[in-house]
């Protein structure tokens, strides 16, 4: 076979992948994705099957039996796990936009960028090995078919890597996968980093490895030999084989068994590439139901001929053949050139699958953790000036990628050799066991920091690099042996593979059982040492919390920033790409509800979106920092908890004052129908007083009428009843203009309109001179009048005229009703309290109880059942009591006819107020 | 979501079910000189209870309608 | 035969000047001054016609009125009210309790005389 022909056989496969690629993602950008099947994701999760499994493992199977299986069992077990664990993390992954191992620490521990970049230095230098096993791999598998049909195969003497590096065949393939990975991943830049294409080709190559495995399985069981049980049956009757069949061969000791399957089920889930193919590139969770027996099916599929293949392989070459080699070599024995073609190609994709998605998932991490963080620091670089970033990123990621694959190359040329390929292998799966205490500490305790995070990783990285990778070095020839078996410095007890004198492990157990105790045993120490800061403490809460949370797009729970659209947009332009940045931005306004993105409010949430959209490209820890420069944050200070609190009091002080007002109004329109009621009253009273009024008017008028139509019709009426006649005419007149003048008073004094005069007056004045006006009265009907007055003066403020017109109603009233010939009225004033008090007493009848009040009322006069209908108009008292009581004073009678007492006391009062400065 | 716990919790006891009879205390107890079917039992022994786990994993998780 | 006329008012001048008009018209007069003395008078006097106030101590002219009507004894009695109080509620409320006739004061003594001359079948 030509190495021509293997080449191109070989691109035209890498053309078969990159073409299908290719078409997944043009299908992708259609919207019609290929990928959204759970069986094509279950495919892709099986990128864990790399030459390890394809050619590695019948190495080791043929030096311990099932001792291979470890690898395969802890991934089959850990999908138990996983309903839960992975579920979480994709969530926690899609919420925050995690496009990385190092984002999702990075996030966890409140954004942190430097755990971002200890995480990608350790994956970087973690999985460095496990490229080099690919290299390994293809290289050897390449040298070993270009011999065909001889077998020459390289034993663990290094011979073909002694080659110098310009002709070494490993160097070119590192650089073709290189290319190739270029191109398959890094064509664009994707906010979400997902590559359909990529997880289109790699379940197709899942397939492939399967495939071919599997027909060299076949091959070797039923046409070499004669079954599995053929093999098997052979290998019984070789005691070298024989203990292969058992468990004493299966890594020497339980402790081997049991940190293999730890630490493949850590590495199924914490590997660069698996984190990118299970969590970043999934599509939906509900594939990850399937997956989570399809992925263990298929391991069993590909390693149940791995035994017998191995065996077989013994039995035919012995130890003449690096059992790494068998699937290759055996089909090469017996001259199946195609089927060892197959072979050849198996292996390429199963190496090419790998470099492919580790790659791109490291350089991803090695841009957005490590090189932008570093950039955006550094000012002189003016990236904040620059208006389109993206074509940064790609380069960065491109040039990365290459670095990678190189230094893959060169760990390969430094220690591949000394190793087999799964040995060399499990110091990867070692390092990334590394991130398994943060990150499930990070999943489920609150209490992991940032500082504890660095701690753990920092001790286990170098108790790792210490007990796995320095001794690799040393079994290589690079350092001294010395180091190996003497420890460092010469201290016995810091042997590398021998600490503190732990003895009885195999290398992985032990590397494993101190980087282990050195990480989890840091992270707790230094988390616990101090509380988590604000930031830590919130982060925690939503990855631990993730479940419990709903998680909108777009929510915004500790962004308190405010940015405008115009600032944000030329951020998202610059490192999405335009178009990108922009149908982002015209999605989520549609989604609010906006118009037009112009119009998008500035709040929290919008930040956090652009916040979410520049993780995708960035990562997490950079994009927070981009944001943080354009963004106004302002952290929940004094001032803005006291705003809040102001507006809170604002807001309660007008609810407060909208219920005062509305009690008021509510009080106010009772009264006002109170009002109303009372108006209605006086209306009503109005109407009576008028009628009444009326009536009064109209009585003496029908007299005047009467007697003066009858004297003018009959002049024959005798003089004596002439003159009687037009006696009663005149005294009706004067009863009328009485009755009218006092209604008129009264009126205006109710109303308001009368004038007052303020005088000071002394009361025993004035009431001498009323009982000198009516004394003539008096002596007419001989009443005797009896006037007593006080020694000392009672000064009062009121009006003269009035006061006489209260003391003359109060005096014609008494000489009205008091019997003649015994009739006596004492008229008298005192002092009482502050007050003087004139009072006028008759020794008549006395009003009854129930007419006391009653006199008081207009034109309602005493005495109506008693004696005739007095003489007088009824407003007398009225007008008295509104006189007395507009100067402050009151109006009343005492008297109690029925209990025997004679007359009546009519008596008012006025406050006395002392003489002022005139 | 109920389900879905019952589902996780079984699938969580498949696994502890796995590491016990996928690991060494239990796989030292296998005769490693019998043959089953001329396999030898280890070989055929840790298939079977790998391809049982699988099983019951199908069972657990593709069943309709708890 | 003269007719006789029962005057009821508390207002004494005016019951003089009826009084004086009614005997100038050659009617045999009465007098009462309450509503109490009113029906006491009319069973006593059984005049044909009763000059009835409406204002009236004790019982006022409606009480009165519808008294009068009530009792089958003075069913030829013509009543005329007089009374100062000229609403149109309280002309209907007279009329509606069998008052033959109302007048309000003050009045135009040829008017009253006319109407004691109709009212008496002259």
Known sequence: ?918 | MNRQRLTGSRLAAIFLLGSVLLNYPLLSLIDSQADVLGVPALYAYVFAAWGGLIALMVAVIERRGG | MAKSILIVDDEPNIVVSLEFLLKREGYQVAVAGDGEEAMNRLRQVRPDLVLLDVMLPLKNGFAVCQEIRADAQLAGVKILMLSAKGRDTEVQKGMALGADAYMTKPFATKDLVAKLRELLGE
């Open chain 1, 1 to 918: 076979m030509s190495q021509a022909a293997i080449i191109a056989v070989s691109f035209a496969y890498l053309a078969v992948l990159f073409a299908i690629a290719y078409w997944a993602d043009r299908r992708a950008d259609a919207g019609r994705s290929v990928i959204n099947r759970s069986s094509i994701y279950a495919l892709s999760l099986a990128v864990y099957c790399t030459t390890w499994t394809y050619y590695g493992s019948v190495g080791r199977a043929a030096i311990s039996g099932i001792g291979f299986l470890p690898i395969y069992l802890g991934p089959t077990l850990m999908m138990g796990l996983c309903w839960f664990v992975m579920l979480k993390m994709l969530r926690i992954a899609k919420a925050h936009r995690l496009t990385s191992i190092a984002d999702f620490v990075a996030a966890r521990y409140g954004k942190s960028q430097l755990l971002g970049g200890l995480v990608t230095v350790i994956a970087v230098l973690g999985v460095v090995p496990y490229i080099a096993l690919q290299l390994k791999a293809v290289s050897g598998s390449l040298n070993i078919l270009l011999h065909y049909p001889e077998i020459v195969v390289p034993t663990r003497a290094a011979a073909l890597s002694a080659a110098p590096w310009h002709v070494d065949s490993a160097l070119y393939v590192a650089l073709t996968l290189a290319v190739f990975t270029i191109l398959f991943g890094t064509r664009h830049l994707d906010a979400s980093e997902r590559h359909e294409g990529m997880v289109a080709a790699i379940a197709f190559e899942s397939l492939v490895k399967l495939l071919a495995f599997t027909a060299v399985g076949l091959f070797v069981s039923f046409g070499i030999y004669d079954g599995i049980g053929d093999i098997f049956a052979r290998a019984r009757l070789e005691p070298d084989l024989a203990q292969l069949l058992g468990a004493g061969g299966a890594g020497g000791s339980a402790s081997g068994w049991a940190a293999l399957t730890f630490v493949s089920m850590m590495s199924v889930l914490l590997l660069p590439r698996q984190f990118q193919i299970a969590i970043v590139e999934n599509v939906g969770e509900n594939h990850l139901r399937r997956a989570l027996w399809m992925f263990p099916l298929y391991l069993l599929a590909i390693n149940i001929f791995v035994l017998p293949i191995a065996l077989g392989g013994l039995l035919v070459f012995g130890n003449s053949v690096d059992a790494d080699t068998f699937v290759l070599t055996l089909p090469m024995a017996h001259h199946q050139q195609g089927l060892a073609l197959l072979v050849f190609i198996g292996g390429l994709s199963a190496a090419t699958g790998m470099v492919i998605v580790e790659t791109i998932a490291l350089s991803t991490m090695v841009c957005n953790d490590l090189v932008m963080p570093l950039a955006l620091r550094l000012p002189w670089l003016g990236l904040n000036q620059r208006a389109d970033l993206s074509w940064l990123l790609l380069l960065i990621r491109r040039c990365a990628i290459v670095i990678i694959v190189l230094l893959g190359y060169a760990y390969f040329r430094l220690a591949g050799e000394a190793y087999a390929l799964v040995a060399i292998g499990l110091i990867s799966f070692a390092a990334v066991a590394q991130f398994a205490p943060v990150i499930f500490g990070g999943l489920y305790w609150k209490g992991g920091t940032r500082h504890g995070a660095l701690a753990g990783l920092s001790a286990g990285f170098l108790v790792w690099a210490y007990t796995l990778v320095l001794p690799s070095f040393a079994k290589s020839g690079w350092l001294s042996r010395d180091f190996l078996e003497q420890g460092a410095f010469g201290i016995g007890l810091l042997k590398p593979q021998q600490l503190f004198g732990l003895t009885g492990l195999d290398e992985i157990a032990h590397c494993l059982f101190w980087s282990m105790l050195a990480n989890v045993g840091a992270y707790l120490a230094v988390s616990l040492a101090r509380a988590p800061d604000a930031r830590e403490a919130g982060q925690a809460l939503l990855f631990v919390d993730a479940h419990r949370l709903a998680q909108v797009p777009g929510r915004a729970p500790f962004w308190r920033g405010r940015a405008e659209i115009e600032q944000l947009a030329p951020l998202l332009n610059r490192f999405l790409g335009r178009e990108r940045a922009q149908a982002a931005l015209e999605s989520y306004a549609r989604r609010k509800g906006v118009a037009a993105v112009e119009e998008l409010p500035a709040d929290a949430e919008l930040v956090a979106y652009a916040e979410n959209l520049l993780a995708g490209a960035l990562g997490s820890a950079s994009a927070r920092l981009m944001m943080a420069s354009v963004v106004e944050e302002e952290p929940l200070g004094l001032e803005e908890v006291l705003n809040i609190l102001d507006e809170a009091h604002q807001v309660r002080a007008y609810s407060h004052e909208l219920e005062q007002r509305s009690q008021e109004l509510s009080l106010a329109t009772q009264e006002l129908r109170a009002a109303n009621l009372r108006l209605q009253e006086l209306d009503r009273l109005k109407d009576d007083f008028i009628s009444t009024v009326s009536h009064e008017l109209r009585t003496p008028l029908t007299s005047i009428r009467a007697f003066s139509e009858m004297l003018r019709e009959d002049p024959k009426i005798d003089l004596v009843d002439r003159r009687k006649f037009l006696g009663i005419i005149v005294a009706e007149t004067q009863r009328l203009t009485r009755l009218i003048d006092q209604v008129l008073d009264l009126a205006k004094i109710e109303s308001g309109n009368a004038e007052w005069r303020a005088d000071q007056l002394d009361l025993r004045e004035v009431v001498q001179a009323a009982t000198e006006a009516t004394a003539q009265l008096f002596k007419e009907r001989r009443i005797a009048l009896d006037l007593q007055l006080p020694q000392r003066p009672a000064p009062v403020v009121a009006d003269r005229d009035r006061l006489i017109q209260v003391m003359m109603n109060l005096l014609s009233n008494a000489a009205k009703f008091c019997a003649g010939d015994e009739g006596r009225v004492v008229v008298s004033v005192r002092e009482d309290d502050a007050a003087g008090v004139v009072s006028v007493a008759d020794n008549g009848p006395g009003i009854e109880r129930g007419d006391q009040a009653v006199i008081f009322e207009k034109f309602r006069q005493g005495g109506d059942s008693t004696t005739g209908k007095p003489h007088g108009t009824g407003l007398g008292l009225p007008i008295s009591r509104q006189i007395i009581e507009h100067f402050g004073g009151q109006l009343h009678v005492d008297s109690a006819p029925e209990s025997g007492r004679r007359g009546a006391d009519f008596w008012f009062s006025l406050p006395l107020k002392a003489a002022s400065v005139n």
